[in-house]
């Protein structure tokens, strides 16, 4: 029987950044259904936000300010106490992943380069170009074998197992070799990512389909704040991919489909975004109108919302809506 005294479901960031916070003294290992850095982190493209104070227009940023945004971007629904800690520990956070060998982008004087980002009062957003989350994933991955914390990757837990109300162990699948393998650990983390796609049209990967949280439930486990899903308002239509969250951070207009017709749909009219210059949202707003006006009477239905995807689209199999 294969035991630990901690074992980690989900190769990610978050499931690779808990097996390095591990005391060493512990026997830790991280099994995840695919190779750690084929998990979805490595998709994430923006950025992180800590405030810094690196860019020249956010000299004035702080954590406080980094934790006010936080909380107004959720429609202050966040646990208050957990944005502040959040923001608290981003800088240092910023600076270990620094020292550990992440190749942010710079600014010309050497410090980590920063970027506007949807919801942020100052250019806060930390990058590595497009591929941050890549860039993280496998500086988080080198630290781990570093560490020789012991990897499972390709098996997929199915199961936890509960004695005397009490977590004893999980059960996973070895795909390539077949096997039904139990495994006993006196403590497990779930860290299996979101579940963007029991949704129809997601910016998520297909392997984001939330069996640690379906696990959890089977086993009787209380789950919390599951309406907290993340929903990327902006992507290419029909195949969902997204276009970087930069972009809104500049304050790009885009649209949307409403009451079935195209309408201009700025995230910037809703607040979510601080416009830098109101006159370019206004001359850009007009534009995109009597793009949408032309677009209407051209295209009548460019992709509705809601229709099922056609069975054998290229590159996607059919699935039911
Ligand atoms: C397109 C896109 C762009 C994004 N850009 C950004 C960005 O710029 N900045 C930002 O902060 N966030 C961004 N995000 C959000 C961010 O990517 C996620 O919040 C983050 O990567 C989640 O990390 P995670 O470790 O929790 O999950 P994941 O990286 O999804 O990892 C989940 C892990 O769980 C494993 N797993 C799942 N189920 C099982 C099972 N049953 N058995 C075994 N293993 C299992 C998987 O193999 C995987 O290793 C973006 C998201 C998307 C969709």
């Known amino acids: 029987m294969i035991r630990y005294d901690l074992l980690i479901v989900g190769g990610g960031l978050a499931g690779l950044s808990a ?27 923006g950025g992180i936000n800590a405030a810094l104070a690196n860019h020249p227009d956010g000299a004035e940023d702080t954590c406080d300010l980094h934790a006010f945004d936080t909380i107004k971007g959720s429609d202050y629904l966040a646990d208050q106490d957990a944005a502040e800690l959040l923001t608290r520990l981003a800088i240092p956070t910023m600076y270990e992943l620094d020292h550990w060998g992440v190749p942010f982008s710079r600014f010309p004087k050497g410090t980590i380069a920063q970027r506007p980002f949807g919801g942020a009062g100052f250019p806060r957003t930390c990058y590595a170009a497009d591929r941050t989350g890549q860039v993280l994933l496998h500086t988080l991955y080198e630290q781990a074998v570093r560490r020789d ?5 390709e098996w997929l837990v199915t199961d936890i197992i509960i004695r005397d109300r009490k977590l004893a162990g999980l059960v996973a699948y070895d795909l390539a070799g077949g096997e039904i393998i139990p495994l006993r650990a006196r403590a497990v983390i779930f860290a299996t990512g979101g579940y963007g796609r029991v949704y129809q049209k997601s910016t998520n ?57 195209p309408i201009l749909f700025v995230i910037v009219a809703l607040g979510t975004l601080r416009p830098t210059d109101w006159t370019l949202f206004l001359t850009g707003t007009g534009i995109a109108v009597l ?19 056609p ?10 809506a």
């Open 149 to 153: 914390i012991t990897f499972y990757e």
């Open 205 to 261: 990967a297909y392997i984001n389909l939330g069996s640690g949280i379906g696990m959890a439930y089977k086993a009787g486990i209380p789950l919390k704040d599951m309406e907290f899903v993340q929903f990327h308002p902006t992507s290419l239509l029909g195949k969902n991919i997204l276009i970087t969250e930069a972009a809104r951070g500049e304050g790009v207009p885009t649209f949307t489909h409403f009451l079935d017709l």
């Open 311 to 320: 069975d054998g689209e290229p590159g996607r199999p059919g699935r039911p």
């Open 291 to 309: 793009i949408a006006a032309g677009l209407t009477l051209m295209i009548p239905r460019l992709y509705p919302w809601g229709e099922a995807w």
């Open 19 to 45: 097996a390095l916070s591990a005391d060493p003294k512990f026997k830790v290992a991280v099994i995840s259904k695919v190779h750690p850095i084929r998990s979805h982190s490595v998709a994430a493209q």
